[in-house]
């Protein structure tokens, strides 16, 4: 299984993106987003369950993020608001948790398919 995070971009703060993740085959339990900022270890961000969509957020984008997903198109979607110089990171996303999502799952390597990132860059 293929993951492609798309819509990363330049944006001012204050601004807003959306960011895609599309599978290129089934995936099972959800999928995440996590972000890596250069000289930082990858961090979680956002994650749902296809069943149900359970939603869970990092503290940090919590009511500023929004995670949803298309079980139809194997795809999630992560709208961000009230972006921040700090939110600059390369945007990952990954499917296939290898135990159900919940608010403890946290780590990126608890994810069966990783994906490449799409970047996203915040000015001050």
């Known amino acids: 299984v293929q993951l492609q995070a798309s819509g990363g971009g330049l944006v001012q703060a204050g601004g807003s993106l959306r960011l895609s993740c599309a599978a290129s085959?089934?995936?099972?339990?959800?999928m995440g987003w996590f972000r890596q900022a250069p000289g930082k270890e990858r961090e979680f961000v956002a994650a749902i369950r296809w069943s149900g969509g359970s939603t869970y957020y990092a503290d940090s984008v919590k009511v500023r993020f929004t995670i949803s997903k298309d079980n139809a198109k194997n795809a999630v979607y992560l709208q961000m608001n009230s972006l921040k110089p700090e939110d600059t990171a390369v945007y990952y996303c990954d499917a296939s948790p290898k135990r159900p999502i919940t608010s403890a799952v946290r780590h990126h390597q608890e994810y069966t398919y990783w994906g490449q990132g799409t970047q996203v860059t915040v000015s001050s």
């Open positions: 085959g089934r995936t099972f339990g959800g």
